[in-house]
């Protein structure tokens, strides 16, 4: 049974920090790029960051969070995190953790099912 169970989320001052945490099973993590994403009310789910697998290269798609939202990941231990500093009001959403496990034709995406965070001005 695959699972991605994200932890970490919570309430939070303007500038401060959050390390979030996605914890993965069923699946091979060690093949599979991972992304986070977020989703504000009334909003789109948003495309923050992403890592692969091989190289523990990232790339960042949100301008807004460049700089001041990190990815990693541990592979040991199937672990995937967001360390998320500088954070603002507009940072408030649900967040998602997303996995695309390439171990399998065709390749197969796996979603968390978010968790919240709240930064309050």
């Known amino acids: 049974q695959v699972q991605l169970v994200e932890s970490g989320g919570g309430l939070v001052q303007a500038g401060g920090s959050l390390r979030l945490s996605c914890a993965t099973s069923?699946?091979?993590?060690?093949?599979?790029?991972m992304r986070w994403y977020r989703q504000a009310p009334g909003k789109e789910r948003e495309l923050l960051v992403a890592?692969?697998?091989?190289?523990?290269?990232?790339?960042n798609y949100a301008d807004s969070v460049k700089g001041r939202f990190t990815i990693s990941r541990d592979n040991a231990k199937k672990m995937v995190y967001l360390q998320m500093d500088s954070l603002k009001p507009e940072d408030t959403a649900v967040y998602y953790c997303?996995?695309?496990?390439?171990?399998?034709?065709?390749?197969?995406?796996?979603w968390g099912q978010g968790t919240q965070v709240t930064v309050s001005s």
């Open positions: 069923g699946f091979t993590f060690s093949r599979s790029a």
């Open positions: 890592i692969i697998a091989s190289t523990g290269d990232t790339t």
């Open positions: 997303y996995a695309i496990d390439y171990s399998t034709f065709p390749a197969r995406n796996y």
